[in-house]
């Protein structure tokens, strides 16, 4: 079985290069490697423009049509939306009842978003809760993995110790000591010892080696061990870790390849700078733009030599251009040997031609849209089956199936 993967995006309309160096790349990948859930997470976007509802619809096919062309395949990868699931708010609403205040406000980008987005009205309970509200979509699929930046590692550190507290309080059953009794036996007597001095050896100090030896005796058991099941598995798993049975899977934080772009003007790209060069730009749309960037100030004229790592045309000459053609550039630069305009000419064509086959397939898309509604829904199909699971668990251990 595939580990599982899961991201998302706020619906922000069609996709600029920035966004697909920056995640959608390293989700095609992925795709490939793991069992991975892709949602568009249109709640998360109302957390900050809720007065803003009727650019939502518009802005979330928008956006997955690029996501395909990108190469998503949707029969290898779930493509979701959010808010067609009621399981995550509930799993949310859950959550919260548990979690201590303190954690939300201390999430770095919650300051900092209050910071930078002084121009709205911040002080909701939504937009505080909107880190635990990205844990329940975590949580709810028991992904392993999350793709993040490092300034998206703090809300995964985040969601594990909230299925930690989840477990904790939840995942001890009435008869836990004598149900984690009976796994040992289930072991032997040499391993169920060697799994306990692993389990005292992790409580105690939290050495991962001392982990990783206790999780190797209990991945073994399921595969060499007569009547082992998997809720075994789960049971001594939790106890190693100090808790219950993992209702909840802690998941960890994939880093993943991040590429930053620079917009047109040097600073990031970004669609509200107004700077930024999209994924479906018509050829004459990228010359004009590409030819209009901001380069190093320090070459006012032709003669001027340059630097070219204080040049945003460099970086993507360091995505899009081979060794060679970085080299020819460095030298043409710094001698004043190559004007700015033909260093940004090999960048436009690699654009172009990069994009050829994102615009192909948009077109079929486009074309079609009902074909894309239906691929959203079957992919909502699709994660609503595994989110429905996880919440009879989450209901169970609660005491809330009654």
């Known amino acids: 079985m595939r580990t599982r993967v899961l991201s998302g995006m706020r619906p922000t309309g069609s996709m600029h290069l920035g966004h697909y160096h920056g995640a ?7 795709q490939h490697e793991h069992d991975c859930f892709y949602f568009v997470a249109d709640w998360h976007a109302l957390t900050t423009h809720y007065e803003e509802r009727e650019v939502i619809e518009k802005t979330v096919y928008d956006m997955v049509v690029d996501w395909i062309a ?3 395949d949707p029969d290898k990868a779930t493509i979701f939306i959010q808010s ?16 201590p205040l303190g954690w939300l406000e201390r999430v770095p980008t919650y300051k900092d978003q209050m910071e930078k987005l002084k121009d709205r009205d911040l002080a909701t309970y939504g937009f505080l809760g909107y880190p635990l509200l990205q844990a329940a ?17 703090s809300h995964v550190e985040l969601t594990r110790e909230v299925a930690r507290r989840f477990n904790n309080l939840y995942g001890r059953a009435r008869d ?21 001095k692993q389990r005292k050896a992790f409580g105690e100090t939290g050495d991962a080696a001392a982990w990783s030896k206790g999780e190797g005796i209990v991945r073994r058991a399921a595969v060499a061990v007569a009547g082992w099941t998997s809720d075994d ?6 106890h190693l870790k100090g808790s219950g049975k ?52 320090a070459r006012v004229r032709r003669s001027d030599p340059g630097t070219p790592e204080k040049c945003p045309v460099f970086d993507f000459h360091r995505i899009y251009s081979d060794d060679s053609v970085q080299q020819w550039v460095r030298q043409g630069c710094t001698s004043a040997g190559i004007g700015c305009l033909d260093c940004k000419q090999p960048v436009i064509d690699a654009i172009v031609a990069g994009q050829a086959p994102w615009r192909e397939r948009a077109a079929a898309l486009l074309a079609e849209p009902k074909k894309v509604h239906w691929i959203v829904e079957n992919g909502t199909e699709r994660a609503r089956t595994v989110a429905r699971q996880t919440m009879r668990d989450v209901r169970a251990a609660m005491g809330l199936d009654y």
């Open 70 to 72: 990108a190469g998503l």
């Open 24 to 30: 959608l790349k390293n989700w095609v990948k992925l």
């Open 246 to 297: 993992s209702v909840l899977v802690e998941p960890q934080a994939l880093h993943t390849e991040v590429v930053t772009l620079p917009g047109l003007d040097g600073a990031k790209m970004s669609k509200s700078y107004g700077n930024a060069i999209l994924m479906r730009d018509e050829p004459e749309v990228v010359t004009k733009k590409v030819r209009g960037m901001a380069t190093d100030p």
């Open 233 to 238: 598995s789960e049971l001594l798993l939790g």
């Open 84 to 99: 067609r699931l009621p399981e995550h708010a509930e799993l949310f609403t859950l959550l919260a009842m548990g979690t």
């Open 176 to 196: 836990f000591e004598q149900q984690v009794a009976a796994a040992l036996a289930k072991l032997g007597k040499d391993d169920a010892r060697y799994y306990e």
């Open 137 to 153: 979509d975590i949580l709810i699929y028991k992904a392993t993995y999350v793709p993040v930046g490092g300034d998206q590692s």
